[in-house]
């Protein structure tokens, strides 16, 4: 150091501050020692002498002397290392020196311990009694020794706490935990069978526990090192188990894990992905590994405790809650504000897949992320559904209500395995196929219990679908007001048959088939057959299966139901009523019959001809357009009859005009007449498979109401069976232009049981 000073160039202040180069050199050596007297002082305030010295100094000065201290502080530093350098053999081997010095100190300690421990045991085991002044009592009391040594035990529990300490020091951890139990043993013993006194046992107990405290503390110190292994982590918490302070033991490898896994995690940030998916996969490999790691390390030091496997569980559920919070921060909840089902299934997906790897080692936290996953799963629902229904309504302004087939098919597939594609117009498409990728992006979240909500939401898209069909079948905007809460009403109007047709086609096509079929990706199998073939699934499994997938196309057939009904009843009241408001059919039709001389020319009124031109047409239309589902258009044709029918049958202004004017009462001819529409109407849609249980008995209590009424008697007033029929058929050919047989009744059709009434019938039931 000297000589690093005495190589500078620059100048020694004589300020104060420095000392003269001679004084560095050695030179005047007293007068140095008596310069340092005042840093030797206690009181000697570093800031205060630096700025009395320096306030007689130039600015120049001043910097040169922080320069010059700023040399001797680097050559300080260097002498310093090159010491430590020099010296590195040397002082390791007196740290060495020094640690057995301590350990000898301590022996020695130990000792002394016990040397003074016999030293107070002997001076308590003599006896000196005074000496008697008299001469016979010198005789008798004399000084008496009495030599008592301490017994095993008593030595031992007066060496067994310095015995701790020296294995507390020299952290022989195994030996220290040996030592308490063998202590502890012999403590029970001793005071079992009173070989120590209760000052004692309470002095050597307290003695044990002070020093398994500072074991359990010296442990735990050194489990919480952030470069401590997880081998080391497990034997610490052994220990402390063994201590009889397991808890604490636990606590130390969950934390340990959980300062790992804050420490892998920092290098995972959501701005760093290029989608939530593979921030959820990176986020998921570090959580699940760290928990899995963690039960194995508690089950390989606590085994299956219920004490310690609650605490666990605890943790792990604190860490997935955690884990569920930022992705859904970071990943789900932004995927599911914008509509991004398919992300937002993914990154639970995901989630579950590490998660249930768990429940190999038992434990089953999937509940936990589902039940925090669920809400924002749930908002992707909703808005995939409502873009569902906002796009289907848009598509609806533009449709122009012509069926085809989807791209690609060109004709309905009639081969076996074959699954059929009926027609429909662009908008059901569009429809169908947007709920086909609902399914498929909700299917894989069958686990999270959302099937009813997916449903339930995919009948109410229907739904408002089915309102934008009526909505367009409507010819006046006031009926059009009814349906409230459709965001888009520009709906292009079906204005002809064969389109109005064509929106039926559509309803029932996706309510009886398509979606009923779509929807079975949401069963709990891969396959709605499979698990419905399962012999081992429980009958009343598969019946609760069947009776949901049932009651859900009930459902949607309800909301087709409104529009065939709407259907049917526009129709029927363009045959009841003519433009002007007028009825098409009126009494006056029947009483006026026998007003005339001349034998009028048979035929079916006007309104049923109209009804029969209508159903050929529509069946006509139906052939192309109802491909594989004729069984439907059929149902559609009994509706519109026994729509028209009923009218007819409860309409009481037209019974009042027709049977209760005794100036103008009904007469054969009329009831003639009246009795050949009924016939029509049975004849025709008999011959067309489409004549029902129900119209069948609306016809017959017309019939009966207008035969007992009248006052009549039908045998004498109406012909037999051959002329009605024949009377039919002949306007069935003039209206059709063909003839139309149907000897043949198809076994298949929903009237194959059904057929009309016999005119010997009609007059009996009428005469009874």
Same mark, same amino acid.
């Given at each position: 150091m000297a000589s690093a000073k005495s190589s500078r160039s620059r100048p020694a202040y004589t300020s104060?501050?420095?000392?003269?180069?001679?004084?560095?050199?050695?030179?005047?050596?007293?007068?140095?020692?008596?310069?340092?007297?005042?840093?030797?002082?206690?009181?000697?305030?570093?800031?205060?002498?630096?700025?009395?010295?320096?306030?007689?100094?130039?600015?120049?000065?001043?910097?040169?002397?922080?320069?010059?201290?700023?040399?001797?502080?680097?050559?300080?530093?260097?002498?310093?290392?090159?010491?430590?350098?020099?010296?590195?053999?040397?002082?390791?081997?007196?740290?060495?020196?020094?640690?057995?010095?301590?350990?000898?100190?301590?022996?020695?300690?130990?000792?002394?311990? +016990?040397?003074?421990?016999?030293?107070?045991?002997?001076?308590?085991?003599?006896?000196?009694?005074?000496?008697?002044?008299?001469?016979?009592?010198?005789?008798?009391?004399?000084?008496?020794?009495?030599?008592?040594?301490?017994?095993?035990?008593?030595?031992?529990?007066?060496?067994?706490?310095?015995?701790?300490?020296?294995?507390?020091?020299?952290?022989?951890v195994?030996?220290? !935990?040996?030592?308490?139990?063998?202590?502890?043993?012999?403590?029970?013993?001793?005071?079992?069978?009173?070989?120590?006194?209760?000052?004692?046992?309470?002095?050597?107990?307290?003695?044990?526990?002070?020093?398994?405290?500072?074991?359990?503390?010296?442990?735990?110190?050194?489990?919480?090192?952030?470069?401590?292994?997880?081998?080391?982590?497990?034997?610490?918490?052994?220990?402390?188990?063994?201590?009889?302070?397991?808890?604490?033991?636990?606590?130390?490898?969950?934390?340990?894990?959980?300062?790992?896994?804050?420490?892998?995690?920092?290098?995972?940030?959501?701005?760093?992905?290029?989608?939530?998916?593979a921030y959820t996969a990176a986020l998921s490999q570090q959580?699940?590994?760290?928990?899995?790691?963690?039960?194995?390390?508690?089950l390989d030091v606590f085994s299956d405790d219920a004490t310690y496997s609650s605490e666990l569980v605890i943790w792990a559920t604190k860490q997935t809650e955690d884990?569920?919070? !930022?992705?859904?921060?970071?990943?789900?909840?932004?995927?599911?504000?914008?509509?991004?089902?398919?992300?937002?299934?993914?990154?639970?997906?995901?989630?579950?897949?590490?998660?249930?790897? !768990?429940?190999?080692?038992?434990?089953?936290?999937?509940?936990?992320?589902?039940?925090?996953?669920?809400?924002?799963?749930?908002?992707?629902?909703?808005?995939?559904?409502?873009?569902?229904?906002?796009?289907?309504?848009?598509?609806?302004?533009?449709?122009?209500?012509?069926?085809?087939?989807?791209?690609?098919?060109?004709r309905l597939s009639n081969r076996p395995g074959m699954i059929s594609q009926p027609k429909l117009s662009s908008s059901a498409h569009r429809f169908y196929s947007m709920v086909q990728d609902f399914l498929e992006d909700v299917g894989p979240l069958l686990s999270m219990q959302l099937s009813d909500s997916a449903l339930e939401g995919l009948s109410q898209v229907f739904s408002s679908y089915v309102k934008l069909l009526v909505y367009s079948l409507q010819s006046s905007a006031d009926d059009g007001a009814m349906f409230d809460g459709l965001e888009n009403k520009l709906v292009s109007i079906a204005s002809t048959e064969e389109q109005q047709l064509a929106l039926l086609a559509n309803a029932s096509s996706l309510s009886e088939d398509l979606l009923p079929r779509a929807a079975m990706k949401l069963t709990p199998t891969s396959s709605y057959q499979s698990k419905m073939d399962n012999p081992r699934r429980r009958p009343a499994d598969r019946h609760n299966l069947n009776s949901e997938q049932k009651e859900w196309k009930k459902k949607l057939q309800r909301s087709a139901d409104e529009l065939k009904f709407i259907f049917c009843r526009q129709h029927a009241l363009d045959l009841i009523y003519a433009e002007d408001g007028s009825c098409n059919l009126t009494a006056d039709v029947y009483l006026n019959m026998d007003n005339t001389a001349d034998e009028p020319d048979w035929c079916p009124s006007l309104l049923f001809?109209?009804?029969?031109?209508?159903?050929?047409?529509?069946?006509?239309?139906?052939?192309?357009?109802?491909?594989?589902?004729?069984?439907?258009?059929?149902?559609?044709?009994?509706?519109?009859?026994? +729509?028209?029918?009923?009218?007819?049958? +409860?309409?009481?202004?037209?019974?009042?005009?027709?049977?209760?004017?005794?100036?103008?009462?009904?007469g054969p001819l009329g009831l003639r007449q009246f009795y050949l529409d009924m016939q029509f109407v049975l004849h025709f849609t008999s011959q067309g498979r489409y004549l029902s249980r129900n119209l069948n008995r609306i016809i017959a209590q017309i019939i009966e109401r207008a035969i007992n009424e009248s006052g009549l008697d039908p045998n004498s007033c109406l012909p037999e069976d051959d002329w009605f029929i024949q009377i039919a058929e002949e306007s069935i050919e003039r209206i059709s232009g063909t003839r139309t047989g149907f000897d043949e009744r198809d076994p298949s059709s929903p009237t194959a049981s059904v057929s009309a009434m016999s005119m010997s019938s009609m007059r009996s039931h009428g005469s009874t």
């Open positions: 104060g501050v420095l000392l003269p180069m001679s004084a560095v050199n050695g030179e005047d050596g007293a007068q140095l020692s008596d310069k340092l007297q005042i840093f030797k002082s206690e009181g000697f305030d570093p800031d205060g002498y630096v700025q009395s010295k320096c306030q007689t100094m130039s600015e120049k000065e001043i910097r040169h002397l922080c320069a010059y201290l700023q040399d001797l502080k680097k050559a300080s530093a260097e002498e310093m290392r090159r010491s430590v350098y020099a010296n590195y053999s040397a002082f390791i081997q007196t740290s060495k020196e020094i640690s057995d010095l301590e350990g000898e100190l301590l022996s020695i300690r130990n000792l002394l311990s +016990t040397q003074v421990a016999v030293i107070h045991a002997l001076a308590d085991g003599v006896h000196i009694d005074s000496l008697s002044s008299s001469s016979e009592d010198s005789k008798n009391h004399i000084l008496t020794v009495e030599d008592k040594d301490p017994s095993d035990v008593e030595k031992w529990a007066v060496e067994f706490p310095d015995i701790l300490d020296v294995l507390l020091a020299e952290r022989k195994d030996e220290a !935990l040996a030592a308490f139990e063998e202590g502890e043993a012999r403590v029970a013993e001793a005071k079992e069978k009173k070989r120590l006194n209760p000052d004692e046992i309470l002095s050597l107990q307290a003695a044990i526990n002070n020093r398994r405290q500072e074991l359990s503390d010296q442990l735990a110190e050194a489990a919480c090192q952030p470069s401590t292994s997880s081998v080391e982590l497990r034997a610490s918490a052994s220990a402390l188990k063994r201590l009889g302070d397991g808890s604490r033991g636990l606590k130390l490898i969950l934390n340990g894990h959980y300062q790992k896994l804050r420490y892998n995690m920092q290098t995972i940030h959501p701005t760093t992905t290029s989608y939530g998916g959580v699940f590994s760290a928990i899995a790691q963690a039960v194995k390390d508690s884990f569920a919070n !930022l992705v859904k921060r970071h990943a789900l909840s932004s995927a599911a504000a914008a509509g991004g089902l398919r992300a937002a299934v993914e990154c639970v997906e995901i989630a579950v897949g590490h998660c249930s790897l !768990l429940e190999a080692r038992g434990l089953s936290l999937s509940s936990v992320i589902m039940k925090l996953f669920r809400p924002s799963i749930e908002q992707a629902l909703e808005a995939n559904l409502k873009r569902i229904q906002q796009s289907t309504a848009a598509l609806a302004a533009a449709d122009n209500w012509s069926l085809t087939y989807p791209s690609g098919v060109t001809q109209n009804l029969f031109e209508k159903s050929s047409r529509m069946a006509e239309m139906a052939a192309d357009m109802f491909v594989g589902r004729e069984r439907f258009f059929t149902l559609l044709l009994m509706k519109l009859t026994e +729509t028209v029918m009923l009218w007819l049958n +409860t309409d009481q202004s037209f019974w009042d005009d027709m049977l209760q004017d005794p100036n103008n009462p009904l």
